[in-house]
């Protein structure tokens, strides 16, 4: 498939999409299910970036709540219900529980999960309640506390899914061909010049109309358009611990909306484990792999013990990882940044959307292919997806590396990174059979891996 998507590039497009994320992938799906010539160039494998290390949560996001942002709370609701409807083999609903120090406690976040509810509308997954002690999960036994409902989802399989529903509708996401500047006519944005990293030859690809989706990077983008343009992100580190079951026995998810520094805490069990997360760390470098941070580890063990009361064992620990949000704007903390999107044109025609968070991905999508139609001169359609069933798509998964399996087709080096190190020889061979790929890259696609793996092992 990679090499017929290739030997289309030449193609006249109407949609050229920068970046195989969340948000580019929305868009290119979108595009393509308006009848658009849509193209996609990812410069690593789809979802490398902060796209599969998110919490893994489809949410309104009560912490927008405490922060008065209620047009965000309530659009993210909605998409949470489309995302139900439309994926229901990806997104399911979750049980939270939030314990409360004292009644005072009680009653605000049962008073706050009501607004959630109530927010929801018709698109509410269970009305939230105040559970008996006897009702509180063993980990918070003797409490009191709220149980309310949000979603759950596997990211790096949802963004797969994008773009295996967007290839299914007639679109060419090709993963691993970093763009590295525009062609401009006239002084508009009609196209790129992008490089198979595979292979090092260089593609030009003609659009009428160019969407920057680069999340973290899409500073850098814009700068290839405008060296002069002003900063827009401001990006923030997230880590999380990958934990055993054995740490939160059950399927309800335990929520602190308030740690010592007024962030949120999650312990969430998710697949066959647990995830601890997550940190807020303002960051100067944009990162593809970024590393958790030593400090953060400590702050999320310290914050499990004393909010929650759980003491986690190093051999608890089967993975650590850390992803960068793309804030827009800037603030004192980052945490103070509401997770709204943005959609800006700039003076040559260059569509960017950023900013926003996953749960949102579809509405950024649609408002940046709107943005695109009109500044491509394309006819004008309106967006199917919040109607369009997402289909769990068995074809072409676009795997190119034994990181891309291990990681993002399989998720194992999230779940645990002892045992994905011990499956990289098998997956090479496989790989290297179906790819036609010789036994020196074999070698050094293990040793790469490996090296690679490392950094999500704890200590
Ligand atoms: C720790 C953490 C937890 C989160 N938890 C949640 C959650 O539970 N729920 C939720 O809704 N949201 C969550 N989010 C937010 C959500 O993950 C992000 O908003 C979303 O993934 C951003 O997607 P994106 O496509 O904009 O960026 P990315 O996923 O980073 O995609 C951008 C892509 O652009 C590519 N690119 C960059 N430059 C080029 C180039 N020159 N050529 C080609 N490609 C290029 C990159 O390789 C990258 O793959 C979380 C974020 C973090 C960091």
């Not at 999960?113 to 003797?142: F, H, N, Q, T, V």
């Not at 903390?333 to 800006?344: G, K, L, S, Y």
């Not at 068995?394 to 399996?405: F, K, L, P, Q, Y």
């Amino acid at each position: 498939m990679r090499r017929e998507f290739l030997n289309r590039l030449g193609e006249r497009w109407d949609v050229l999409v920068i970046g195989g994320g969340a948000t580019g992938l929305g868009a290119a799906l979108d595009a393509a299910s308006r009848g658009y010539r849509t193209v996609l160039l990812e410069q690593s494998d789809f979802a490398k970036g902060t796209s599969s290390r998110s919490t893994k949560l489809i949410h309104g996001g009560v912490r927008y709540l405490r922060q008065g942002n209620l047009p965000l709370v309530r659009e993210s609701l909605r998409e949470r219900g489309i995302l139900l409807r439309n994926a229901p083999h990806c997104v399911h609903p979750l049980a939270f529980v939030v314990p409360a120090r004292n009644a005072r406690e009680l009653l605000y976040y049962s008073a706050g999960l009501k607004i959630y509810d109530l927010l929801a509308g018709g698109l509410g997954i269970a009305p939230s309640r105040i559970l008996s002690r006897a009702e509180m999960p063993p980990l918070l036994s003797g409490r009191r506390g709220i149980l309310y409902h949000d979603a759950q989802f596997d990211d790096a399989r949802m963004a797969v899914t994008l773009m295996q529903n967007c290839a299914r509708l007639g679109g060419v996401p090709l993963n691993y061909m970093r763009v590295t500047s525009f062609l401009k006519r006239g002084g508009r944005v009609r196209g790129a010049v992008a490089v198979d990293c595979e292979t090092g030859r260089e593609y030009t690809v003609e659009a009428r109309a160019v969407i920057n989706a680069t999340g973290v990077f899409t500073d850098t983008v814009r700068r290839m358009d405008d060296q002069d343009c002003a900063r827009m992100i401001t990006p923030s580190q997230g880590a999380h611990l990958v934990l055993a079951k054995s740490v939160l026995p059950g399927e309800t998810a335990i929520m602190i909306p308030r740690t010592d520094d007024g962030r949120v805490l999650f312990l969430i069990p998710w697949r066959s484990r647990v995830l601890l997360g997550t940190t807020d760390t303002p960051v100067s470098e944009a990162l593809l792999e970024p590393r958790p941070m030593e400090a953060e580890m400590e702050y999320l063990l310290a914050q499990a013990a004393r909010h929650i009361g759980v003491t986690i064992a190093r051999g608890d620990i089967l993975s650590v990882f850390a992803g960068q949000r793309p804030l827009v704007g800037a603030a004192r903390r980052t945490a103070e940044i509401p997770r709204d999107h943005i959609v800006e044109t700039s003076a040559s025609g260059l569509v960017t959307v950023t900013g926003g968070k996953w749960t949102t991905y579809r509405k950024m999508a649609e408002d940046a292919v709107d943005r695109a139609a009109e500044v491509g001169g394309l006819e004008k359609r309106l967006s199917l997806t919040a109607e369009m069933p997402l289909r769990a798509v068995s074809g072409e998964d676009m795997a190119r590396t034994v990181e891309d399996v291990l990681a993002r087709r399989t998720g194992l080096l999230f779940l645990d990174a002892r045992a994905a190190i011990e499956a990289a020889p098998g997956v090479a061979r496989d790989l290297a059979q179906k790819l036609g790929r010789d036994a020196p890259w074999e070698t050094e696609q293990v040793a790469a891996f490996r090296e690679l793996a490392r950094g999500y092992l704890f200590g």
